[in-house]
């Protein structure tokens, strides 16, 4: 038994360094059996220090990795290959309830007269995999979102091309069961079997035109939910998507007000338009001398605006005519898609989406006005948008 | 009475038209609001059937003349467009009937 004694200074200052680090600070022994750890450890794991100084490391570890570790200790110690002395990775650490955790480990070695020690520097990673997790997961929400508006859109497109010939069809129909109808009162007998093939025809035509209502009524139940909301914040969250994992290969220049006079928009849809504008303009700029992505928000009389800009070569003026045309082939991208949802989008909100095409070295700039927030007003076009069709032979509902 | 067709789209203008004369009606077609007019030549017993989605002036501005004539003639709206839309076209205007394409209800009832 040793006696008690002062801490000498080096002692002093290491328990001080211990106490206070904000990473978890174990060391262990050649033997796997922990010497040190520290305060931040007793938050990261649950243990108190008491309960396992003297322990094996493996406590600390998921069950399935519990046998192997010795191995690994005797295996270095064997050959000196290094597998993550002095590299670092992430692995996963068990807590005293059992519950496992991403973890960052560093891990050095001392040679003491004690023989040699192993120390780890943890860092938890839970938190930042949480952010990470929740950002990919509202990212693929959104990505989600504008594949099914741009089936929406693709759908409502499709429904009304073939809404016209089919509804001359029927009419079409209707004339000739008249004509029909009266050439029997006539008593000019018609071949029976001309009558059931046009009852039939007529059957099929209402068949077809029953489908498109109900592709139609799909589309449209998707209602958009507005609120009062804060452009820049609406517009941050959106680049905040945008430029996940692109930090390092796009320069994001922000100018705006701190504040900005409310719009009343579905916040969801705004951001997949600035998602939209941003993603083609990260896209354009690709090739550019630092790549530089602007996002301006500003307000003026009556409504709340944002742009987005490049520094890419511009939109050609060829390109330019087709812009917004939704089953544009040539370009593999969806860009045409991207933009016609945003532009509806936009509509529905009664705002604008104006482009300058950019071009002789400045790059293509897109603006989006949202009409200021007027509760009155809003409040009295959605009332009208709710009335009912006046004597309407609905035939959706017949 | 004669029925006054203002839609865009040629095949469903002529099938509009067949389906009229098979009644017996007159028929008088224009393909878009502004050979539609002022519509003078419309008499207070006349129908006047308009697509609201038509190129140039919408349909709604049609609708806006014909009321604004001292005696209007009855108007029946076609539409393609979105309901959202019809009802944000249609909202200054009362008792109108409105048919959606593809017109799936029986038409002639209405013109009779």
């Known amino acids: 038994m040793q006696a008690v004694r002062r801490p000498t200074l080096s002692e002093a200052r290491l328990e001080s360094v211990l106490e206070t680090a904000p990473d978890g600070i174990i060391v262990m022994d050649e033997g796997s059996r922990l010497l040190i750890f520290n305060k931040a450890c007793e938050q990261l794991f649950g243990y108190q220090a008491s309960e396992v100084i003297g322990e094996n490391v493996s406590v600390l570890m998921p069950r399935e990795h519990q046998d192997n570790h010795d191995l690994y200790v005797q295996r270095y110690r064997a050959t000196g290959e290094r597998k993550i002395i002095g590299i670092g990775r992430e692995v996963e650490g068990r807590r005293k309830d059992g519950s496992i955790f991403p973890l960052d480990l560093s891990v050095g070695e001392a040679l003491t007269p004690n023989g040699r020690q192993f120390i780890g520097v943890i860092r938890d990673l839970s938190a930042r995999r949480e952010t990470e997790r929740r950002l990919a997961a509202v990212q693929a929400d959104l990505i989600r979102m504008t594949r099914v508006s741009a089936l929406d859109e693709m759908g409502s497109a499709l429904a009304h091309e073939l809404n016209q010939p089919l509804t001359a069809i029927m009419l079409y129909l209707q004339a000739l069961e008249r004509e029909v109808q009266r050439l029997q009162s006539a008593e000019t007998k018609l071949e029976p079997r001309a009558v059931e093939l046009l009852g039939k025809a007529t059957r099929e035509a209402q068949r077809a035109g029953s489908i498109i209502s109900r592709v139609r009524q799909l589309v449209e139940k998707r209602a958009p939910e507005r609120k009062r909301s804060d452009l820049n914040t609406v517009v941050d969250e959106a680049l905040e998507l945008a430029m996940l994992g692109r930090r390092r290969s796009i320069i994001l220049e922000r100018h705006g007000p701190e504040t900005l006079p409310v719009v009343f928009v579905d916040p969801v849809q705004v951001q997949q338009v600035v998602l939209n504008l941003a993603r083609n303009a990260i896209e354009a700029c690709h090739d550019a001398d630092r790549p530089t992505l602007t996002i301006k928000t500003w307000f003026e009389s009556d409504s709340v605006c944002f742009s987005v800009s490049d520094n890419g070569p511009g939109i050609a003026p060829e390109q330019m005519q087709s812009l917004f045309s939704a089953f544009r082939s040539e370009n593999g991208t969806g860009m045409g898609i991207g933009l016609t949802i945003s532009r509806a989008i936009v509509q529905n909100h009664k705002g604008e989406l104006l482009v300058d095409p950019g071009g002789n070295g400045h790059g293509a700039r897109f603006t989006v006005r949202l009409p200021i927030a007027a509760d009155e007003k809003v409040a009295n076009r959605d009332s009208a948008a709710a009335m009912p069709l006046a004597a309407a032979a609905e035939p959706d509902k017949t | ?112």
């Open chain 2, 1 to 112: 009475m004669t029925v006054h067709i203002v839609e865009d789209d040629d095949g469903v203008r002529d099938a509009l038209a067949e389906l009229c004369k098979s009644v017996g009606r007159r028929v008088r077609l224009y393909p878009d609001g502004e050979a539609f007019g002022a519509g003078t030549d419309v008499s207070p017993s006349d129908v006047v059937l308009v697509d609201l989605g038509l190129p140039g002036e919408h349909g709604s501005e049609v609708i806006r003349r014909i009321h604004a004539l001292p005696v209007p003639p009855r108007v029946i709206v076609i539409s393609g467009l979105p309901l959202a839309d019809i009802h944000f076209a249609m909202r200054e205007f009362a008792n109108i009937a409105v048919m959606r394409k593809p017109l799936t209800s029986d038409l002639l009832t209405l013109l009779m």
